[in-house]
């Protein structure tokens, strides 16, 4: 074995540990929160905390760290970010309250949004050019399948250790991914005659991710109605047409708005983005489908969602030959209408809907899935100089959790008026009684996976669900199309005009 072809497969080894751990929390937490709930003595306002402040800092941050690693080095800042992590997790672990927890996880966050960008900056300088898509499909199929294993992980975890090993259990990992990696990944070229850091614009950009995700998170309890979520995404907003000016007449720009002018950047984050809307969505609607309105137990149920995985490890194998064979845009162009193809399928689910059915159009979620995940980056990081490859790494990482987060605002927004409207058109004949507790079990279905309902109000609910359900992916059928479309039909006019 060549020196050269260890320490590629060392550098991909290493990295993907070491990027493991933070994809992991991002959704292994949801199952440890009510034993976190219960010996922390927390309030639900400090549970919705512990897992958004993680989301939060790191749709904040990724973009400008990867500015950082830019300027004054990928590898030292990646290693810190590491180190920053394992803190955090021995902090969280260890944590005595609900206080330190939430700290532990603003930690974890903060080192995420180093770790995502520059971990895969640094994976393609340790292969050639011509194994670079590869290597970075294959990268982005573990990081999706680590985000789906997450719930299912830390079920095991916690029921047979503790919660607080869901945060111990990233030291070994992270320890054996360093000895991967210290002699395997190089330091990128720092340019010294680059400007300084765009100080202005990751202030700019810090408040307007902050101010939007804010309002998205707060409207989810408060509804979009209340003066602070109102007032969270005025802050945003505002800020957000300042960094547009601010980075216009920067020298040296955090975000180039003048990339997103690019085919290949634009068509990138428009598939980048919509896979988190769709990823988030699905992700949360789709198992109370299966154990709700099909009955299935939670463990059948993971076995179902696991076809998503498993298709975004398959079509990740063949995402780098894909690219070759026809380029990266029309490879976007190919993985688009996947992500329409399964909402327009889910929009036939019902109680009777044949196994095979469901599993076909997880099938077709995990090909969107894993072409976000991979030709995106490999989109942006083409589009874009050597010198800011990273950036915008970090940029394609924030549309992913900006388009889960307001995919996900949205289409419980949309769930909740519609399954509403779809109950009240039934409930005529049935006194307030029985409609007071179903009303609250079609808001809040997750409430309802352990209720037993009498055969009539059963009917009910899952009439009122599947019709939220439907709106919902009706709604990210028409929004995915219109992405694809965007996409083709400025790709047909370059071409038309020679300039593709």
Not at 53 to 68: E, R, W
Not at 114 to 121: D, M, R, T
Not at 163 to 169: C, D, E, G, L, P
Request: glycine share 8%; charged share 10%.
């Amino acid at each position: 074995m060549s020196n050269t072809y260890a320490r590629k497969w060392f550098a991909f080894i290493g990295i993907a540990l070491l990027s493991f751990g933070c994809y992991l929390d991002y959704t292994v937490v949801n199952v440890a929160l009510p034993t976190i709930q219960q010996e922390l003595k927390a309030n639900l306002t400090q549970l919705q905390w512990v897992m958004n402040i993680y989301f939060l800092a790191l749709c904040v941050l990724a973009t400008i760290m990867g500015q950082c690693g830019d300027l004054y080095g990928r590898r030292r800042l990646f290693f810190l970010g590491v180190l920053i992590f394992a803190g955090a997790s021995l902090l969280a672990g260890f944590a005595p309250n609900i206080h330190w927890l939430i700290l532990g996880r603003l930690l974890q966050g903060v080192s995420a949004a180093i770790v995502f960008p520059l971990g895969l900056s640094l994976l393609p300088e340790a292969f050639p050019e011509n194994e670079r898509s590869k290597a970075i499909a294959w990268f982005g199929s573990l990081g999706g399948i680590s985000l789906a294993l997450g719930p299912v992980l830390g079920g095991l975890i916690v029921s047979h250790y503790g919660w607080r090993w869901i945060f111990f259990i990233n030291i070994p990992i992270i320890v054996l991914g360093f000895l991967f990696c210290v002699d395997s990944v190089k330091e990128s070229v720092v340019l010294s005659d680059k400007p300084k850091l765009d100080y202005k614009g990751m202030l700019a950009l810090a408040v307007a991710m902050g101010g939007i995700v804010l309002s998205l998170l707060h409207s989810t309890s408060a509804g979009w109605t209340n003066v602070i979520t109102l007032s969270y995404l005025l802050i945003g907003i505002l800020a957000g047409i300042a960094l547009f000016k601010i980075e216009q007449n920067s020298e040296n720009p955090l975000l180039d708005f003048k990339d997103f002018k690019k085919l290949m950047f634009y068509s990138g984050s428009v598939l980048m983005f919509l896979s988190g809307v769709l990823s988030a969505v699905a992700l949360f609607f789709d198992p109370l489908y299966l154990q709700i309105i099909r009955g299935e137990s939670v463990q059948f149920s993971g076995l179902i969602l696991f076809s998503i995985p498993a298709t975004v490890l398959c079509v990740a194998i063949f995402v780098g030959w894909l690219i070759q064979k026809i380029g990266i845009i029309n490879s976007i162009i190919v993985g688009l209408p996947f992500g329409a193809i399964a909402c327009f399928s889910q929009t036939f689910f019902s109680i009777t809907t044949p196994l095979w059915y469901v599993i076909i159009a997880f099938m077709c979620l995990g090909v969107m899935w894993a072409m976000g995940n991979t030709v995106s980056i490999i989109a942006a990081q083409t589009a874009v100089t050597p010198e800011r490859r990273s950036v915008a790494t970090g940029t394609m990482v924030t549309l992913f959790n900006i388009g889960a987060s307001i995919g996900l605002a949205l289409a419980i927004a949309i769930y909740h008026h519609s399954a509403t409207r779809a109950l009240k058109q039934q409930m005529t004949e049935f006194n307030a009684d029985s409609i007071g507790p179903l009303q609250h079990w079609v808001e809040n279905p997750g409430d309802a996976v352990q209720i037993h309902l009498t055969v009539m109000l059963r009917t009910l609910f899952n009439t009122a669900f599947l019709q939220g359900f439907s709106t919902i992916m009706w709604s990210l059928f028409i929004v995915l199309l219109a992405g694809f479309l965007s996409v083709l039909a400025l790709s047909l006019f370059l071409r038309r005009q020679g300039r593709l």
